[in-house]
Every structure is written in structure tokens, then in C-alpha cells.
T-cell receptor
């Protein structure tokens, strides 16, 4: 079975500071990992994914995520937060050897203060 | 816009009503999904269609009835719902039902059951 955990309901950061949104996963094989963002009154939008290769993945809007196999983590990061980054962020995992359907976390609300 | 359109955006219905949610994608995708989003809960997969055939039914109550007449359109027929069914219902599509594919989401239908 595949699962993903987002341990923080909310992350607060000041504009201009670095941000991290945490995600840990559990799969039986090598994971496919995704980050999505949801702005108010909108659906989820794809940010980035890790399939294989370099552990540091770069995505849209200056976001990046680091795959850490030993810690089973895939934390989302950005060097300098913007107020417009305030949104709900979802981590998702797929086990390529199992279901094709991604399992999503419960989301983390990121609030960037001016 | 993501290329996935959902109507209506908001729906209020009584427990004895019958209504339908509509989803249309203009991306040429072959897989379509219904998800339920409730506050502070993981995104909950409901149904998956691949080339118009239902491939996943995640133990959804029979008061939710999906229909996929072609690869571009997906419906969710609702009848005798319960107040706990109030949530944001998201439609998504992907090119294929494969592990590495990213999902494209509509903006959702906010459903309130009175």
C-alpha cells in the first residue's frame, strides 16, 4: 500500500525568507512523487515531480523539491517566499509497481506574511 | 486555465434532490477522475475512467453515480445525498492512466447538502 504524510497543517513564513513544506511517503518500491498547489477557489495545479535521476527537482514558480530515499521524504522548498505563494500544497505518491492512481496527502496551508 | 472545465461552480441541494455535476476536458486526454476534497482530509479518489471504461470505484456509495459518455466528458449524478457529502468535488484528467502522468484539475464544484 502507498501512503503520504504531510505533518504540518499550516506553515507560516515571512516574505523573502526560505520556505519548506514537508512530505514523507511510504511505498513498497521506488516512488513517483508529485507536488501540487491549490490557490483559493481553484483546482490543483501541478508543480513538479520526481520519477528518477537527480534528487533535486526543479518546478514551476521557483519551487524545488529534494528526494531523500533514506528518510523517505520529498520536501518542497523555495529560497525566497512571495506573498503570492500563499496557497494549499499537496504532496502525492504513486507506486509504479502498484496502482496507477496517486495517493494525496491532506495538504499544507502555506501563509506568507508581508 | 488548465483545460478542464467543471459546472456548476456551486450547488446547493436538499437530501431528496437529484442533480448532476459536469466535467469537460479540452486536452485530448484519455483518463478522467472524480475526487472529493474535504477540509483537512487527504484528497479522496472516487472514480477513474480510462478510454470511457470505469477502472476504479473506491467503494463510493451508490448515491453517487458516474457516467463517461466519451473521453472528453465526465458526469457525476447525485441523488438522496447526506449532509456529510458536502464538499468540493474535483474532476481531473491525464493523458494516460500511468504512474508518471500528472493530473490536470478543474476548479471544482462546491456542493452543499441541506
Amino acid at each position: 500500500a502507498q501512503s503520504v504524510a504531510q505533518p504540518e497543517d499550516q506553515v507560516n513564513v515571512a516574505e523573502g525568507n526560505p520556505l519548506t513544506v514537508k512530505c514523507t511517503y511510504s511505498v513498497s518500491g521506488n516512488p513517483y512523487l508529485f507536488w501540487y498547489v491549490q490557490y483559493p477557489n481553484r483546482g490543483l495545479q501541478f508543480l513538479l515531480k520526481y520519477i528518477t535521476g537527480d534528487n533535486l527537482v526543479k518546478g514551476s514558480y521557483g519551487f524545488e523539491a529534494e528526494f531523500n530515499k533514506s528518510q523517505t521524504s520529498f520536501h518542497l522548498k523555495k529560497p525566497s517566499a512571495l506573498v503570492s505563494d500563499s496557497a494549499l500544497y499537496f504532496c502525492a505518491v504513486r507506486d509504479p509497481g502498484g496502482s496507477y492512481i496517486p495517493t494525496f496527502g491532506r495538504g499544507t496551508s502555506l501563509i506568507v506574511h508581508p | 486555465e488548465t483545460g478542464v472545465t467543471q459546472t456548476p461552480r456551486h450547488l446547493v441541494m436538499g437530501m431528496t434532490n437529484k442533480k448532476s455535476l459536469k466535467c469537460e476536458q479540452h486536452l485530448g486526454h484519455n483518463a478522467m477522475y472524480w475526487y472529493k476534497q474535504s477540509a483537512k482530509k487527504p484528497l479522496e479518489l472516487m472514480f477513474v475512467y480510462n478510454f470511457k471504461e470505469q477502472t476504479e470505484n473506491n467503494s463510493v456509495p451508490s448515491r453517487f453515480s458516474p457516467e463517461c459518455p466519451n473521453s472528453s466528458h465526465l458526469f457525476l449524478h447525485l441523488h438522496t445525498l447526506q449532509p456529510e457529502d458536502s464538499a468540493l468535488y474535483l474532476c481531473a484528467s491525464s493523458l494516460r492512466q500511468a504512474a508518471g502522468e500528472k493530473l490536470f484539475f478543474g476548479s471544482g464544484t462546491q456542493l452543499s447538502v441541506l
